[in-house]
């Protein structure tokens, strides 16, 4: 296939670069693997404390790329000296509310009242565990521009943030954010909705960032697709990709890929250095919350893949492999 651009629309919701299914298992058979399932799927001993230092962000990278990782799809990239912030989630719950839904194995590890000045923010769907109501609110305030996918930005508008900060994001969008430097959207196989009767309504994607010197792929969420090869062939090799490894499932195995999947998205985009997200901070699927990163550990061995693994909260040079072995 050939890279999608932009996005297919049919009436009102946004389809797939190709044939997609959002769950393949009945409600029925979901329910019994939720009430018998034995795997351990959250921490019996909350991972951390975690520490930190905002002091390191008064020194440039000196590799000139550094990522500090909150947990799940939130990360502080650093990149040619420009800071960027993606997907954010401080919420205590990937939820609708704050007294039920997901929540968090362990408080995240930089306060948002010490979070570094940010040049730019990513968003890169409306799912509660990437797009977070509180979160959010606390940046009604700033300056700091907002590229997101087709529909968020009006979701965030409503929410206090100004219309002249917000960029929406077709797929194959590129928007420079300095000198330098650009966002490209690229597809992503997964579904919006932050609710049953609003899915597929606002856009999802995945991010070409590309500084001065640095280029590295944020996937948020995705299943598996051809695309990833296209991605890399349009716009590789990449000196970090980002992708997910959690949340999969044998009921929806079009919409998250899984560890074994994103080693060969890794591979296929041209990755030099593969980062797993989207693990080890929400409940959301039926396996062990430290299956994901163990699997996907084998599979690197197998391949050859070079992971950068950071302890949440420690903002950490991208100079080769990194396992902080946090979740053992």
């Known amino acids: 296939m050939s890279l999608v651009k932009p996005a297919t629309k049919t009436g009102k919701i946004y389809n797939n670069p190709i044939p997609t299914r959002q769950m393949t298992e009945s409600v029925g058979s979901l329910l019994m693997k939720s009430l ?28 000139g790329l550094r990522i500090t990782w909150i947990g799940h799809s939130s990360l502080i990239i650093e990149i040619d000296g420009k800071r960027i912030l993606t997907d954010p989630v401080w919420g205590p719950r990937a939820s609708f509310s704050k007294y039920v839904g997901p929540k968090r194995f362990f408080p995240a590890p930089l306060p948002l ?5 940010i040049d730019l923010i990513i968003l890169s769907h409306d799912h509660y565990d990437h797009l977070d109501y509180p979160t959010i609110k606390q940046f ?6 907002i590229f997101c996918s087709i529909g968020v930005g009006g979701i965030i508008e409503k929410w206090g943030i100004q219309k002249s900060r917000i960029s929406e994001m077709d797929w194959t969008t590129c928007l420079p954010f ?24 606002t856009l999802w994607s995945s ?21 990833f090869k296209d991605i890399g062939d349009e716009f590789g090799p990449f000196d970090l990709t980002m992708l997910e490894i959690g949340a999969s499932g044998t009921g929806w195995p079009d919409i ?13 985009l041209g ?25 996907l550990q084998a599979v690197a ?11 949440p909260g420690t903002a950490t040079e991208v100079v080769g492999m990194h396992n902080s072995g946090w979740w053992e």
């Open 140 to 145: 009604t305030k700033l300056k700091t521009p």
């Open 271 to 295: 990755g030099k250095i593969m980062m797993p997200i989207h693990w080890g901070t929400f409940n959301l699927a039926f396996h062990a919350w430290r299956e994901p990163i163990q699997t």
């Open 301 to 311: 061995a197998q391949k050859n893949i070079t992971l950068f693994m950071p302890r």
């Open 256 to 268: 998250h890929m899984g560890p074994t999947n994103a080693a060969q998205a890794h591979l296929d």
């Open 178 to 201: 300095g000198v330098g430097f650009t966002v490209t959207a690229t597809p992503a196989r997964h579904f919006s909705g932050r609710g049953l009767l609003n899915r597929h309504t």
């Open 36 to 63: 018998f399932s034995k795997e351990e799927r959250v921490p019996k001993v909350a991972p951390g404390p975690f520490s930190y230092d905002t002091s390191i962000y008064n020194t440039p990278s000196k590799s």
């Open 113 to 117: 009242k010490d979070l570094p000045p």
């Open 207 to 227: 991010f070409v960032i590309k500084g001065p010197q640095h280029k590295v792929f944020f996937g948020a969420d995705s299943g598996y697709f051809p695309g």
